[in-house]
């Protein structure tokens, strides 16, 4: 069965999303909280375990005194731009860390690991647009 180091879970469903049997659910409640619930399993699958980013998840012997579930919650980030939240603080952290510097911004200098990917995704397009008009009006 599995065991969760909540101090090195990053909230990113990655777990989850792995998951064949659907022991791992998660939910989130619209921009605010992200839920990650690991159920008690008694597969010997550690797919979940390879592919954790944070190494946060073991395969330990099952027991019957361990809890039925487990979970972690985390408050999510708001996007600098339309404020929603859409990340958690650690995913955050963990990109901060492990990204270089130099590619953590865009062509035009502003960072983009705040930013959420719909914003991002209208401002390069609207930068996009702008450079295509420029180069037609040369």
Do not use: H
């Not at 992200?34 to 159920?39: A, D, G, I, N, P």
């Not at 939240?85 to 690991?113: C, H, Y």
């Amino acid at each position: 069965m599995i065991q969760v180091d909540v101090n090195k879970c990053l909230g990113c469903f990655a777990c989850s999303n792995i998951c064949p049997n659907q022991f791992i659910t998660r939910e989130e409640e619209e921009g605010k909280r992200r839920t990650v619930r690991w159920s008690k399993c008694k597969e010997e699958c550690d797919i979940c375990v390879e592919f954790c980013p944070a190494k946060a998840l073991t395969l330990i012997p099952y027991s019957d005194s361990t809890p039925e579930v487990m979970e972690v919650s985390f408050d999510l980030v708001p996007c600098e731009v339309c404020k929603k939240g859409f990340a958690t603080e650690p995913l955050l952290k963990r990109i901060r860390e492990t990204v270089p510097s130099n590619l953590q911004t865009d062509s035009t200098g502003r960072s983009w690991v705040g930013i959420c990917p719909f914003c991002r995704r209208e401002l390069e397009a609207e930068m996009a647009s702008k450079q295509v008009v420029q180069s037609r009006r040369k």
